[in-house]
Protein backbone atom coordinates (compact mmCIF):
# COMPACT_ATOMS: atom_id res chain seq x y z
CA UNK A 1 0.00 0.00 0.00
CA UNK A 2 2.90 2.04 0.67
CA UNK A 3 3.92 1.52 -2.80
CA UNK A 4 1.16 2.93 -4.34
CA UNK A 5 0.54 5.53 -1.93
CA UNK A 6 3.72 6.81 -3.31
CA UNK A 7 3.26 6.73 -6.99
CA UNK A 8 -0.06 8.14 -6.25
CA UNK A 9 2.20 11.35 -4.68
CA UNK A 10 3.94 11.54 -8.20
CA UNK A 11 1.10 11.13 -10.31
CA UNK A 12 -0.49 13.94 -7.72
CA UNK A 13 2.19 16.40 -8.37
CA UNK A 14 2.51 16.00 -12.37
CA UNK A 15 -1.34 17.18 -12.31
CA UNK A 16 -2.82 20.71 -12.40
CA UNK A 17 -3.25 22.10 -8.63
CA UNK A 18 -6.95 21.56 -8.36
CA UNK A 19 -6.94 18.77 -9.36
CA UNK A 20 -3.51 17.36 -7.54
CA UNK A 21 -5.01 18.19 -4.37
CA UNK A 22 -8.35 17.07 -4.50
CA UNK A 23 -7.15 13.35 -6.04
CA UNK A 24 -4.62 13.78 -2.99
CA UNK A 25 -6.52 15.04 0.45
CA UNK A 26 -9.38 11.71 -1.21
CA UNK A 27 -6.34 9.52 -1.10
CA UNK A 28 -4.99 10.38 2.29
CA UNK A 29 -8.65 9.91 3.82
CA UNK A 30 -8.21 6.51 3.33
CA UNK A 31 -4.25 5.82 3.98
CA UNK A 32 -3.03 4.53 6.83
CA UNK A 33 -1.60 7.19 9.71
CA UNK A 34 1.89 5.80 9.06
CA UNK A 35 5.03 7.70 8.40
CA UNK A 36 6.00 8.14 4.96
CA UNK A 37 8.34 10.13 3.32
CA UNK A 38 7.23 13.09 1.36
CA UNK A 39 9.24 14.76 -1.55
CA UNK A 40 9.21 18.03 -1.90
CA UNK A 41 9.68 20.02 -5.44
CA UNK A 42 13.06 21.64 -3.96
CA UNK A 43 14.78 18.21 -3.39
CA UNK A 44 14.22 17.87 -0.27
CA UNK A 45 12.62 15.01 2.72
CA UNK A 46 9.46 15.47 5.07
CA UNK A 47 8.32 12.71 7.14
CA UNK A 48 4.65 12.83 7.27
CA UNK A 49 1.56 11.00 7.78
CA UNK A 50 -1.09 11.87 4.67
CA UNK A 51 -3.84 11.28 7.08
CA UNK A 52 -3.14 14.38 9.00
CA UNK A 53 -4.10 17.76 6.73
CA UNK A 54 -1.14 19.61 6.82
CA UNK A 55 1.24 17.14 6.01
CA UNK A 56 -1.26 15.66 3.16
CA UNK A 57 -0.46 19.14 0.96
CA UNK A 58 2.95 18.49 1.06
CA UNK A 59 2.88 14.75 0.86
CA UNK A 60 0.92 14.75 -3.02
CA UNK A 61 1.99 18.20 -3.64
CA UNK A 62 5.37 18.59 -2.97
CA UNK A 63 4.76 21.80 -1.46
CA UNK A 64 2.78 23.67 1.49
CA UNK A 65 1.37 27.15 2.18
CA UNK A 66 2.37 28.19 -1.73
CA UNK A 67 2.48 32.22 -0.89
CA UNK A 68 5.06 31.71 2.28
CA UNK A 69 6.85 29.25 0.07
CA UNK A 70 7.09 31.67 -2.89
CA UNK A 71 8.17 34.21 0.02
CA UNK A 72 11.37 32.07 1.08
CA UNK A 73 12.19 31.46 -2.73
CA UNK A 74 12.75 35.19 -3.39
CA UNK A 75 14.91 36.27 -0.19
CA UNK A 76 16.91 32.99 0.21
CA UNK A 77 20.75 33.54 0.24
CA UNK A 78 23.37 30.66 -0.41
CA UNK A 79 24.30 29.64 2.99
CA UNK A 80 21.97 31.88 5.09
CA UNK A 81 20.98 31.03 8.75
CA UNK A 82 17.55 30.16 9.55
CA UNK A 83 15.14 29.33 12.57
CA UNK A 84 11.70 27.85 12.46
CA UNK A 85 9.87 28.32 15.77
CA UNK A 86 7.00 25.59 15.57
CA UNK A 87 8.72 23.21 12.78
CA UNK A 88 5.82 20.68 12.48
CA UNK A 89 7.76 17.96 11.08
CA UNK A 90 9.81 20.39 9.28
CA UNK A 91 8.71 21.57 5.70
CA UNK A 92 10.16 24.92 6.23
CA UNK A 93 13.27 23.63 7.84
CA UNK A 94 13.71 21.70 4.74
CA UNK A 95 12.80 24.45 2.53
CA UNK A 96 15.33 27.17 3.78
CA UNK A 97 17.71 24.06 4.19
CA UNK A 98 17.31 23.62 0.09
CA UNK A 99 17.33 26.94 -0.93
CA UNK A 100 20.23 27.56 1.15
CA UNK A 101 22.37 24.98 -0.36
CA UNK A 102 24.95 22.82 1.60
CA UNK A 103 26.49 25.65 4.02
CA UNK A 104 23.00 27.14 4.98
CA UNK A 105 22.17 26.15 8.78
CA UNK A 106 18.30 25.90 10.26
CA UNK A 107 17.39 25.34 13.86
CA UNK A 108 14.40 23.78 14.37
CA UNK A 109 11.96 23.52 17.47
CA UNK A 110 8.93 21.49 17.94
CA UNK A 111 7.56 19.88 21.02
CA UNK A 112 5.10 17.99 20.40
CA UNK A 113 6.81 14.60 20.98
CA UNK A 114 5.13 12.73 17.95
CA UNK A 115 5.96 15.48 15.73
CA UNK A 116 9.45 16.38 16.90
CA UNK A 117 10.25 12.25 16.57
CA UNK A 118 9.29 12.42 12.74
CA UNK A 119 11.39 16.09 12.67
CA UNK A 120 14.74 14.30 13.77
CA UNK A 121 13.56 11.60 11.25
CA UNK A 122 12.85 14.63 8.49
CA UNK A 123 16.73 15.91 9.80
CA UNK A 124 18.12 12.49 9.02
CA UNK A 125 16.80 12.50 5.63
CA UNK A 126 18.14 15.53 4.14
CA UNK A 127 22.18 15.99 3.93
CA UNK A 128 21.56 19.89 5.69
CA UNK A 129 22.75 21.31 8.47
CA UNK A 130 19.16 21.00 10.08
CA UNK A 131 19.37 20.92 13.74
CA UNK A 132 16.66 19.52 15.79
CA UNK A 133 15.17 21.37 19.38
CA UNK A 134 12.68 19.18 21.40
CA UNK A 135 11.23 22.32 22.76
CA UNK A 136 9.02 25.33 22.81
CA UNK A 137 10.48 28.27 22.91
CA UNK A 138 9.10 31.20 25.06
CA UNK A 139 10.16 34.11 27.04
CA UNK A 140 11.92 31.96 29.71
CA UNK A 141 13.84 28.92 29.96
CA UNK A 142 11.67 25.87 31.85
CA UNK A 143 8.95 23.54 31.21
CA UNK A 144 5.04 24.12 30.04
CA UNK A 145 1.96 22.37 28.96
CA UNK A 146 1.21 21.75 25.33
CA UNK A 147 -2.39 21.50 24.76
CA UNK A 148 -2.67 19.61 21.78
CA UNK A 149 -4.71 19.94 18.85
CA UNK A 150 -8.36 19.08 19.14
CA UNK A 151 -8.54 17.87 15.60
CA UNK A 152 -6.87 14.42 15.28
CA UNK A 153 -6.08 15.28 11.80
CA UNK A 154 -4.39 18.70 12.14
CA UNK A 155 -1.49 18.44 14.25
CA UNK A 156 -0.25 22.20 13.67
CA UNK A 157 -3.79 23.45 16.41
CA UNK A 158 -1.56 22.69 19.13
CA UNK A 159 -0.59 25.14 21.96
CA UNK A 160 1.07 26.68 24.59
CA UNK A 161 -1.83 29.01 25.40
CA UNK A 162 -4.48 27.47 27.68
CA UNK A 163 -7.33 29.15 26.73
CA UNK A 164 -7.79 28.01 23.72
CA UNK A 165 -8.69 24.97 23.55
CA UNK A 166 -9.65 21.99 26.35
CA UNK A 167 -7.70 18.98 25.16
CA UNK A 168 -5.29 17.21 26.74
CA UNK A 169 -1.96 18.24 27.49
CA UNK A 170 1.74 17.17 27.97
CA UNK A 171 4.38 18.92 29.49
CA UNK A 172 7.56 20.08 27.50
CA UNK A 173 10.63 22.16 27.33
CA UNK A 174 10.21 25.71 26.68
CA UNK A 175 13.94 27.58 25.63
CA UNK A 176 14.48 31.25 25.13
CA UNK A 177 15.87 31.80 21.40
CA UNK A 178 18.05 34.10 22.92
CA UNK A 179 20.24 31.74 24.91
CA UNK A 180 20.18 29.00 21.86
CA UNK A 181 21.40 31.60 19.09
CA UNK A 182 24.64 32.33 21.76
CA UNK A 183 25.65 29.21 22.37
CA UNK A 184 25.53 28.24 18.74
CA UNK A 185 26.66 31.70 17.71
CA UNK A 186 24.12 31.98 15.30
CA UNK A 187 23.00 34.98 13.36
CA UNK A 188 20.29 33.73 11.93
CA UNK A 189 19.08 36.01 8.65
CA UNK A 190 15.41 34.90 8.98
CA UNK A 191 13.24 33.63 12.21
CA UNK A 192 10.08 31.76 11.25
CA UNK A 193 7.31 31.93 14.14
CA UNK A 194 4.46 29.48 14.09
CA UNK A 195 3.00 29.10 17.58
CA UNK A 196 -0.39 29.10 17.67
CA UNK A 197 -0.95 32.70 19.35
CA UNK A 198 1.83 32.35 21.48
CA UNK A 199 4.34 34.70 19.40
CA UNK A 200 3.93 37.16 22.04
CA UNK A 201 6.26 35.05 24.81
CA UNK A 202 8.17 33.66 22.08
CA UNK A 203 9.25 37.36 21.30
CA UNK A 204 9.89 38.37 24.66
CA UNK A 205 12.46 35.45 24.81
CA UNK A 206 14.51 37.42 21.48
CA UNK A 207 15.74 40.53 23.41
CA UNK A 208 19.56 39.66 22.50
CA UNK A 209 18.30 38.75 18.90
CA UNK A 210 16.47 42.10 18.00
CA UNK A 211 18.85 44.33 19.22
CA UNK A 212 22.50 42.92 18.19
CA UNK A 213 21.66 39.44 15.58
CA UNK A 214 19.24 41.59 14.19
CA UNK A 215 17.53 39.01 11.47
CA UNK A 216 16.60 40.32 8.25
CA UNK A 217 13.14 39.14 8.38
CA UNK A 218 10.62 37.51 10.33
CA UNK A 219 7.83 35.21 9.19
CA UNK A 220 5.42 34.61 11.67
CA UNK A 221 2.14 33.62 11.21
CA UNK A 222 -0.93 36.10 12.97
CA UNK A 223 -4.29 35.08 13.83
CA UNK A 224 -6.98 37.74 15.11
CA UNK A 225 -8.74 34.72 16.13
CA UNK A 226 -5.51 33.36 18.93
CA UNK A 227 -3.70 36.84 19.51
CA UNK A 228 -4.35 40.64 18.34
CA UNK A 229 -1.87 40.97 15.22
CA UNK A 230 -1.48 44.49 16.49
CA UNK A 231 0.75 43.86 20.25
CA UNK A 232 3.07 41.96 18.06
CA UNK A 233 3.25 44.47 15.14
CA UNK A 234 3.66 47.21 17.75
CA UNK A 235 6.72 44.83 19.58
CA UNK A 236 8.63 44.37 16.51
CA UNK A 237 7.79 48.22 15.33
CA UNK A 238 9.95 49.32 18.30
CA UNK A 239 12.74 47.42 17.00
CA UNK A 240 12.71 48.96 13.89
CA UNK A 241 10.81 46.05 11.58
CA UNK A 242 8.05 46.78 9.25
CA UNK A 243 5.01 44.76 8.86
CA UNK A 244 4.27 43.65 5.17
CA UNK A 245 1.73 41.49 3.88
CA UNK A 246 2.85 38.87 1.52
CA UNK A 247 1.51 38.56 -2.13
CA UNK A 248 0.79 34.78 -4.41
CA UNK A 249 4.07 35.66 -5.78
CA UNK A 250 6.28 36.01 -2.62
CA UNK A 251 6.24 39.75 -2.89
CA UNK A 252 5.39 41.92 -0.29
CA UNK A 253 2.83 44.48 0.33
CA UNK A 254 1.96 47.29 2.86
CA UNK A 255 -0.37 45.67 5.58
CA UNK A 256 -3.95 46.59 5.53
CA UNK A 257 -6.17 43.55 6.86
CA UNK A 258 -4.88 40.68 8.67
CA UNK A 259 -6.95 37.47 7.47
CA UNK A 260 -9.85 36.64 9.97
CA UNK A 261 -8.40 32.96 10.53
CA UNK A 262 -4.40 32.75 9.59
CA UNK A 263 -1.99 34.57 7.55
CA UNK A 264 1.77 34.37 7.32
CA UNK A 265 3.17 38.43 7.99
CA UNK A 266 6.92 39.23 7.13
CA UNK A 267 9.18 41.87 9.52
CA UNK A 268 11.34 43.20 7.26
CA UNK A 269 14.35 45.26 8.96
CA UNK A 270 14.30 49.05 7.64
Not at 19 to 32: E, K, M
Request: net charge neutral.
Amino acid sequence: MADLIDVAARVTQALPERLGTRLGWHIGQHASRKTRIARLRTGGRVAADVGDHLHRHMFFRGEYEPTATQFLRRVATPGWSVVDVGANVGYFSVLAADLGGPSSRVLAFEPHPRLAGMLELTARHNPGDICVQVAACGSESGTARLYVSPEDRNSGLGSLRSDLHDTKSVEVSVLRLDDCCQERNLRPDLVKIDAEGYELEVLRGCGDLLERRVPRNFLIELSPQREDPARVIALLAGHGYAASQIRSDGSLQPVEKIADAYEDVCFRRV
